[in-house]
């Protein structure tokens, strides 16, 4: 019997123990998080993919068939129209935003002290 562990920590710290068995002979699939089953299948014999939900996070376990048994993945899907995906996006649009603000405050900033300088120059020191 083949079995595979993922430990999976959302946002706030609090841990996850992702775990599958999958027969060898009969190819009976159970994958359970923090001990309970989140998902049984039966004779799985070819190449699969299965998702679920860990709070608001999507999580994709795929069984990929090789010449030797299986190779088993967990990740969390991040690609996939979730609302916590959504708040993803929009934090990466936001903080690219302040990225731009931030550039043409310093910017400016210097384009000031630049223009003071010559002002400070041309008082101090006027032309003769």
Sequence with gaps: ???SLWRFTNDHGQPYLIGLFHGDKDGHLVVHCNSRVVLID???QDT????FFIEEELCEVKLDRQ?????YSCEINLEVDTP???WRKSRVADEKINYQQAWWIAGGVFLLIF????FLKSSFFPRI
């Design 1 to 3: 019997m083949a079995e």
């Design 42 to 44: 039966f004779n799985v």
């Design 48 to 51: 699969k993919a299965y998702s």
């Design 67 to 71: 010449d030797e048994g299986f190779a």
């Design 84 to 86: 916590k995906n959504r």
């Design 115 to 118: 223009l003071f300088s010559i």
